[in-house]
Every structure is written in C-alpha cells, then in structure tokens.
C-alpha cells in the first residue's frame, strides 16, 4: 500500500513557474512508476507526465512537452512536477499515480494508487 500526498499547487500568474511534489509513504517508493495527472472544471481527467521507477525514461504529453518536467528523488520518496511558462489552460487539479506495474504509462490504467491532488491556477 501507498499513500500520496501532493502539494506546492497554488495561483500563478500565466508565463510563472510552479513546482509541485507528491510525498509517497512506504518504503518501497522505488518499485513504482510515478505519473502526474490533471482535471479541470468539467473535463475528463487527462495524462501529464510519467516517469519510470528508476527515473531513467519520462513520459509527457504534448501540451506540457518542452514546459514541464517530471522527476523523483528515491531518496526522499518523492515525485517532483516542474512546471515552467504555464498558461490559463494548464489551470486544473493535479493527480500523482503510482504503479508498482509495467505498462501503458501515459493512460490511468495500471496505476493502483492515486493522490488527493492539489490545485493550480493560471491567471491570465
């Protein structure tokens, strides 16, 4: 079992950086891929990035490719989202996922354990 629990969400202006952190308990944080997950107000939540257990091969999707980046510390048992020029539309709550699983990273599918997510809001 693993509990995740984001923070660093907050109110940006648009073009700002944010950097967000999911804590994972346990200690066996480096046997799961990590994935970052976002909602906004009346859409389907959708994949942000996803990184595997060594860290070694990340995962982004195209609206964030070039902007954010994923990464973990096993150390701490942490999963980091650096979030830089964002823009009004990356406004959402934001999800980390963990899998102790191979498989299609990019969709919700294999991920077991799911965050409580914390809020960001771009200002334009």
């Known amino acids: 079992q693993v509990q995740l629990v984001e923070s660093g969400g907050g109110l940006v202006h648009a073009g700002g950086s944010l950097r967000l952190s999911c804590a994972a308990s346990?200690?066996?944080?480096?046997?799961?891929?990590m994935g970052w997950f976002r909602q906004a107000p009346g859409k389907e939540r959708e994949f942000v990035a996803a990184?595997?257990?060594?860290?070694?091969?990340?995962y982004y999707a195209d609206s964030v490719k070039g902007r954010f980046t994923i990464s973990r510390d096993n150390f701490k048992n942490t999963v980091y989202l650096q979030m830089n020029r964002l823009k009004p539309e990356d406004t959402a709550l934001y999800y980390c996922?963990?899998?102790?699983?191979?498989?299609?990273?990019?969709?919700?599918?294999?991920?077991?354990?799911w965050g409580q997510g914390t809020q960001v809001t771009v200002s334009s």
């Open positions: 996922a963990a899998t102790p699983k191979t498989g299609n990273y990019v969709t919700d599918r294999p991920y077991d354990y």
């Open positions: 346990g200690r066996t944080f480096g046997w799961y891929a």
């Open positions: 990184l595997t257990r060594s860290g070694g091969t990340t």
